[in-house]
T-cell receptor
Framework: AQSVAQPEDQVNVAEGNPLTVKCTYS??????LFWYVQYPNRGLQFLLK??????LVKGSYGFEAEFNKSQTSFHLKKPSALVSDSALYFC?????????????FGKGTRLHILP | EADIYQTPRYLVIGTGKKITLECSQT?????MYWYQQDPGMELHLIHY???????EKGDLSSESTVSRIRTEHFPLTLESARPSHTSQYLC?????????????FGEGSRLTVL
């Protein structure tokens, strides 16, 4: 069965420092991996995705993520954190098969950027 | 901004009332989803649809029901609301043919049952 793990409930980073939000996955076949961000009282917004090709993908707001097949990981990164990056971040995996296209979300990681 | 809309954004009602949460999208997407988000943040898939007249139950058992009579509309109904239904409900859609496509989410409906 597909699964996604975000091992950290919360990550605290000082403004200007690099940030990493971790995600590991388990899926049969080739995974499609996504990161979403949720601001308070809002829906989720798409940040970036990995489908195929270059393992380092770049997305919105300066975020990037690295796909590591051997470690089954897809960690979200940003070189220099901003206070406005404080939000809830979700990793998701999609492994479409004929007749069954489930999208599974991790439990979410709350990112706090300290001024 | 994605063209997917949820109403109401906030609803406070008494136990036993019937409620319908509306979700509409103008993108022509075939696949639509309802997620329940608990206070601990986690998202739970409760219903999904692959197109008109298609509805399936998700991973989390829910007393709610859904319908898909039109492509753009995917309402969720609770016949008799209870305090345990208090939660944030998120609607999402994605194009059917784009298996690599991301989900587009509405702003959510926060339901409080007293």
């Amino acid at each position: 069965a597909q699964s996604v793990a975000q091992p950290e409930d919360q990550v605290n980073v000082a403004e200007g420092n690099p940030l990493t939000v971790k995600c590991t996955y388990s899926v049969s076949g080739n995974p499609y991996l996504f990161w979403y961000v949720q601001y308070p009282n809002r829906g989720l917004q798409f940040l970036l995705k990995y489908i195929t090709g270059d393992n380092l993908v770049k997305g919105s707001y300066g975020f990037e993520a690295e796909f590591n097949k051997s470690q089954t990981s897809f960690h979200l990164k940003k070189p220099s954190a901003l206070v406005s990056d404080s939000a809830l971040y979700f990793c998701a995996v999609r492994a479409p098969r004929e007749g069954d296209d489930k999208i599974i979300f991790g439990k979410g990681t709350r990112l706090h950027i300290l001024p | 901004e994605a063209d997917i809309y949820q109403t109401p954004r906030y609803l406070v009602i008494g136990t036993g009332k019937k409620i319908t949460l509306e979700c509409s999208q103008t993108m022509g997407h075939d696949k639509m989803y309802w997620y329940q988000q608990d206070p601990g943040m986690e998202l739970h898939l409760i219903h999904y649809s692959y197109g008109v007249n298609s509805t399936e139950k998700g991973d989390l058992s829910s007393e709610s029901t859904v319908s898909r009579i039109r492509t753009e509309h995917f309402p969720l109904t609770l016949e008799s609301a209870r305090p345990s239904h208090t939660s944030q409900y998120l609607c999402a859609s994605t194009p059917a043919l784009a298996a690599t496509g991301e989900l587009f989410f509405g702003e959510g409906s926060r339901l409080t049952v007293l």
